[in-house]
């Protein structure tokens, strides 16, 4: 008589695994799996800042088509100045002024 196949879990000695979180580009709620550590990393203790006084003129209007926000929403899921920026990249324009 044949004896049947067992798995076990595999350890992993690295202290990693594959781990799928929310995407920080994605307006929707889409998973990416990305590796994390098994180890709850220490948190750093906050710095706390006074909130500034902006002025009016210091605010700067970001400059991009609605193709470009409609193309990198449709590659990457986000229109933030990155994968606006990353669009740019890829068709061999300047990039917006971050």
């Known amino acids: 008589m044949t004896q049947p196949a067992r798995a076990n879990q595999t350890v992993n000695s690295t202290g990693t695994h594959v781990s799928c979180i929310e995407s920080p580009h994605s307006a929707t709620h889409r998973l990416v799996c990305t590796r ?3 180890t ?5 203790k906050p710095e ?8 009016p003129g210091d605010i700067v209007e970001m400059s991009f088509s ?3 926000s409609d193309t990198a929403i449709t590659l990457f899921g986000c229109d ?7 669009l740019r990249q890829m068709r061999g324009q300047t990039p917006m002024p971050v």
């Open 66 to 68: 609605e193709e470009e």
């Open 40 to 44: 709850p990393a220490a948190l750093p």
């Open 36 to 38: 994390v550590s098994n």
């Open 48 to 55: 706390i800042k006074l909130a500034q006084n902006n002025n």
């Open 80 to 86: 933030c100045t990155s994968c606006i920026n990353a």
